[in-house]
């Protein structure tokens, strides 16, 4: 991953657990807690890819292990935000761009009962039966409908920012993973490609230089 990828990610991804920490765990709600971390996730691995989903997934869960109050293992929601992210990552649109928001909602409805599920069944593993208590049916119901409501406020603009972090003149526009969002991005804000702009230069070029010449063979031009 690159060096502005890792700083975007790592500033989002605190940003979301000291909110969802200090505030939506504090607000009671019943049933499941909304997770902005997982929609930070999926918003970052919908722009970088599988591979960067995964390792942002894996930063994100565990730093979300260690943040108090932590009543499991760590490494457990690490493990399922890694999954989480891999898999979201792989519905990355090739252009970059998502034309309908259709697609990024299905996401976030695959990953909100993908990773209750997950995070049940590993702690079914380790002894944890927390989830059979509080009725696993209510969280699955609980943290969909949360997601649902926080994704049109936290996933479009997570998006847009890595979108944003592409755009660097100095990147690498030829890397894979980056260069079809970082070209979408310049030619949805531009209008203009770079192979118009280079055709344009040499263009204008050539007519320079014809203008000298003709000037140099005392051609009159109208």
């Known amino acids: 991953m690159r060096l502005n990828r890792i700083l975007l990610s790592v500033a989002l991804v605190v940003v979301a657990l000291m909110i969802q920490v200090s505030i939506l765990a504090r607000l009671q709600l019943p049933g499941a807690v909304p997770d902005l971390v997982l929609l930070t996730v999926l918003g970052l691995a919908l722009v970088y890819g599988h591979l960067a989903g995964a390792f ?64 049940a069944g590993v702690g079914a593993l380790v002894g944890d039966t927390a989830a059979r208590h509080v009725g696993l049916g209510g969280l699955l119901f609980t943290a969909t409908l949360y997601d649902l409501l926080l994704a049109p406020f936290t996933v479009p603009f997570v998006m847009w920012l890595a979108r944003r972090s592409e755009n660097d003149p100095l990147s690498d526009s030829s890397s894979a993973g980056g260069s079809d969002v970082a070209s979408g991005w310049l030619s949805s804000g531009t209008g203009l490609n770079i192979g118009d702009q280079r055709g344009g230069l040499r263009m204008r070029a050539a007519k320079a230089r014809g203008d000298k010449a003709g000037r140099i063979k005392g051609v009159k031009r109208l």
Not at 72 to 85: D, K, M, N
Not at 94 to 109: A, C, F
């Open 56 to 119: 942002i997934g894996f930063g994100a869960g565990l730093l979300a292990d260690l943040a108090p109050p932590a009543e499991h293992a760590a490494g457990r929601y690490a493990l399922v935000l890694c999954l989480v992210g891999y898999l979201a990552g792989l519905a990355k649109p090739e252009n970059g761009r998502i034309k309908s928001i259709v697609g990024p909602l299905l996401v976030v409805v695959a990953a909100a009962i993908g990773s209750t599920l997950l995070y």
